[in-house]
């Protein structure tokens, strides 16, 4: 993938594109997860999925905190245990935060990264390629 169409579909919030063009698969034939996290409601779309590894979309007014996203990380699980989450938050083209769980030899952890800017997504840029995917896989 190009560092430019990357940064396209930053801008956009088109993270649907981003997985396609990286090799992932369409996700199952299923709707909006709607979940309820500390008395908040939040709609989380899967927008791709590739062996057994889930990439879901979530658009938020205001970052959730720490526990909430552990409280998240649970209700996610349900459906998968190797995910990506991207969360967008409303009204702030190109802010995101993506959240995924890393299992260590103790505990399971949520690693996040927040970015602002395309420029400020290199460190995420540099790190495609490794969840990136050829069409014969």
């Known amino acids: 993938m190009t560092r430019p169409l990357f940064n396209d579909c930053l801008i956009a919030a088109d993270f649907r594109?981003?997985?396609?063009?990286?090799?992932?698969?369409?996700p199952a034939a299923h709707g909006p997860l709607?979940?309820?996290?500390d008395a908040a409601s939040l709609t989380i779309h899967e927008v791709a999925q590739k062996c057994g590894?889930?990439?879901?979309?979530?658009?938020?007014?205001e970052?959730?905190?720490?526990?909430t996203?552990?409280?998240?990380?649970?209700?996610?699980?349900?459906?998968?245990n190797d995910y990506i989450?991207?969360?967008v938050r409303t009204g702030t083209p190109c802010h995101h935060l993506w959240l995924v769980p890393v299992k260590t030899a103790e505990k399971r952890?949520?690693?996040?990264?927040?970015?602002?800017?395309?420029?400020?997504?290199?460190?995420?840029?540099?790190k495609i390629?490794?969840?990136?995917?050829r069409l014969d896989e």
């Open 53 to 61: 590894f889930h990439a879901y979309v979530c658009e938020v007014d």
């Open 85 to 87: 989450l991207v969360i």
């Open 109 to 126: 952890e949520l690693v996040a990264l927040e970015y602002a800017s395309p420029d400020q997504a290199a460190f995420l840029y540099e």
């Open 129 to 133: 390629e490794a969840i990136s995917f």
């Open 63 to 67: 970052w959730p905190p720490p526990a």
């Open 34 to 37: 709607a979940l309820a996290v």
């Open 17 to 26: 594109r981003l997985f396609n063009e990286m090799g992932w698969d369409r």
């Open 69 to 80: 996203r552990r409280n998240i990380d649970l209700q996610l699980r349900k459906y998968g």
